[in-house]
């Protein structure tokens, strides 16, 4: 029997490049303890590390890697714009490099659909928003720092504004320079995000969303997919029995649930243990049974939310 080895597997993407199964997750992880657990990540074998601006732990990560000594090359590394930066793309850019200590970046997410005003973080760009980012965000492609760029919370309605917008096509003829009118004689294209990381565990399982990204060639990465540190879903007896069966932790459970679903995983902890039980997921399976009763079970909750945004960003439009 072919030993399953999930901890090796890799998902392609539409740029030609793969993003690993299995990453770190660095959201809310207090300062002091995201260069170590970046370190032991990539020591226990992780090979994709998730950062962003907003959470303010860039330096701590490019910091938790060169003390790994595990080769920049070998590592994913995904990093987000910031929303109060959506008019400021190139240097966002720049500041995350410096912060990290790279050169460049695998992948580089529009955290939020949401072009907050610097000035005023409790109000939008009246003359902004996502389209204008990702017009953006594709002319930073030419510079050969970014490998994919990819979007972060975006809902179906959003997706599909963006997908359809002619501003977001980018002309063939003079790279790097968007084109707002289709004329004849020459094809403009858009670049399709490679990646909509968004919130996936049980309790959130997006199955409209999922099949929406697939149809267009677009992968999802799910954060939280443990569903929080205190997590209901340690408690819900399906999870814990399956756990039980299996001899393995609730958290193993869910992450495996996510991988054969077809996403990305990136549970977040710094606890060093916890880090390669996260990854002990080599030599074992979920049946189809097992995953069917997962999907069953009924009770929704999210853990990010969007009333701090200025403007809505998820409309139900995901189940």
Not at 50 to 63: I, R
Not at 103 to 128: A, G, Q
Request: net charge negative.
């Amino acid at each position: 029997m072919v030993e399953v080895k999930n901890t090796a597997k890799t998902f392609k993407l539409n740029t030609g490049y793969s993003i690993p199964a299995i990453g770190l997750g660095t959201w809310q992880s207090k300062p002091g303890e995201v260069e170590k657990a970046v370190e032991a990540a990539l020591r226990a074998g992780y090979r994709h590390i998730d950062t962003a601006f907003a959470y303010g732990n860039e330096k701590e990560v490019g910091q938790g890697i060169r003390a790994s000594g595990v080769p920049r090359e070998e590592i994913f590394l995904t990093t987000k714009l910031d929303n109060p930066w959506h008019k400021r793309a190139p240097e966002a850019l720049q500041r995350s490099l410096a912060n990290l200590g790279v050169d460049y970046l695998d992948l580089y997410l529009m955290h939020w659909p949401s072009s907050t005003d610097p000035e005023d973080l409790s109000k939008h760009y009246p003359d902004w928003d996502f389209v204008d980012t990702w017009r953006e965000m594709q002319k930073l492609m030419d510079t050969g720092k970014i490998r994919s760029i990819g979007v972060s919370n975006f809902a179906i309605k959003n997706l599909e504004r963006l997908l359809n917008d002619p501003s977001c096509k980018v002309c063939g003829r003079q790279a790097g320079v968007g084109c707002s009118v289709l004329v004849a004689d020459h094809e403009c294209e858009q670049i399709v995000p490679a990646v909509n990381q968004i919130e996936l565990h049980p309790g959130n399982p997006s199955p409209k969303l999922v099949t929406y990204c697939a149809s267009k060639g677009i992968h999802c990465s799910g954060y939280s997919p443990l569903g929080s540190a205190d997590s209901p879903l340690y408690k819900n007896e399906t999870i814990k029995s399956i756990a039980q069966a299996k001899n393995r932790s609730a958290q193993q459970v869910l992450l495996m649930w996510g991988l054969q679903k077809g996403w990305s995983v990136l549970p977040k902890t710094v606890n060093p243990d916890r880090v390669k039980a996260n990854f002990d997921l080599d030599g074992w399976s979920l049946t189809d049974e097992e995953v069917a009763k997962i999907d069953a079970i009924p009770d929704r909750f999210k853990v990010c939310g969007d009333a701090w945004l200025p403007v809505k960003v998820f409309f139900g439009d995901d189940e």
